[in-house]
């Protein structure tokens, strides 16, 4: 049997989502060009929702070295979730999501854990939104646990990755790793690694977790004369992702470095926690404009940062969980952010 699928359609934009390849985006087009890189057959090494456009990072984003922390003065361990070294991703791109709720511009996903590696029981929520101008995403937890519990959220987008794409960032720090995605450090980001004017992502293979971000990002297509900006609500944390060779890179937003859950010297803060019966939520709008239209209100602005672009407001997503709101009304409500640390280097 085909895998259900999601499509939704607004003007020019399209996009394709998957609940259960683990409740991704499948592909996010303009007309027949490609924004986000769409879906592909796995390839050996990859697993659950690798090979999507885009995907999940719920109840932890990245790595935790080893599976091991300690929490409330309790060790924990979580196992391993593929043959790589640490488990990755959390457990939402590898899991089947439910439909909820769905029509031609708008999807709603849930995810409830019933048996699985982590301490903590909880519910997940996506909301997929387009509209003529974008995509937005948006991806929340409630926690059903009986006590506090550390967590982190995050989004996977990948792009395509033409030798002509530019990239631009603002952030305060990057982190060096030890070769298997675990931080060692946070430093000045240097000059290959700086984003904050726009720069070919080609220029250097990258793998990198630069923290302090202000939560924008833009994308630039030359060739095809696009533009794209990644505005995130919540995330303060932001995973850079470009492998030689390969036909993407990844810009991935997130609410805390990889291995957050063990403290290093060079955090600034410690990684956030949930309540009991607590919600928590991100979100994620790709803003797509035609290059000189971008070009001119950029130089409007007086700022060599992208400009934001119109702000589309959306009502409250009811779910049918008892209790459970997303709180929208303008601006997605997020998580508290606070300046912390980030990770790099070994594959996303």
């Known amino acids: 049997m085909a895998p259900h699928r999601i499509r939704l359609v607004a003007g020019e934009l399209s996009a394709e989502i998957a609940p259960e390849r683990g409740g991704s985006v499948a592909g996010f087009r303009v007309g027949d060009t490609p924004l986000l890189w769409p879906e592909r057959a796995t390839r050996p090494g990859e697993f659950g929702a690798e090979s999507m456009a885009c995907f999940p990072l719920v109840p932890f984003v990245n790595r935790i070295r080893d599976g091991r922390f300690r929490h409330a003065g309790r060790p924990f361990a979580i196992p ?42 909880y519910r997940a929520f996506q909301r997929f939104e387009l509209d003529p101008g974008g995509l937005t995403v ?11 519990f550390p967590f982190s959220l995050g989004l996977h987008p990948y792009f395509p990755h033409p030798a002509d794409a530019l990239l631009q960032a603002s952030c305060h720090r990057v982190w060096s790793g030890d070769g298997t995605g675990i931080p060692t450090r946070a430093d000045v980001i240097p000059r290959e690694a700086d984003f904050g004017e726009a720069r070919a992502v080609a220029a250097e293979p990258l793998d990198h977790c630069f923290d302090g971000w202000d939560g924008r990002a833009t994308i630039r297509w030359p060739a095809a004369g696009l533009a794209l900006t990644l505005e995130a609500e919540g995330c303060g944390f932001l995973q850079v992702y470009s492998p030689p060779g390969e036909p993407f890179f990844c810009v991935e937003p997130m609410t805390a470095r990889p291995d957050a859950f063990n403290p290093n010297t060079s955090d600034l803060s410690p990684i956030d926690l ?8 991100i979100s994620m709008r790709l803003e797509l404009a035609r290059l000189d239209e971008y070009l001119r209100r950029q130089a409007g602005s007086g700022q060599g940062r992208p400009a934001r672009g119109p702000q589309v407001t959306r009502m409250a997503l009811q779910f049918p969980a008892p209790g459970f709101a997303f709180e929208t009304p303008g601006r997605v409500r997020s998580l508290h952010h606070r300046p912390r640390s980030g990770v790099s280097s070994a594959s996303c």
């Open 138 to 148: 948006t991806l929340g937890l409630q926690s059903l646990a009986s006590e506090p």
């Open 80 to 121: 391993r979730n593929t043959p790589r070294p640490h488990p990755l991703h959390g457990e939402g791109w590898l899991a089947a999501w439910s439909a909820d709720a769905h029509d031609g511009r708008s999807a709603l996903l849930s995810l409830q854990p019933e048996a699985h590696g982590w301490p903590w029981r």
């Open 274 to 281: 949930i309540e009991p019966g607590g919600r928590r939520q």
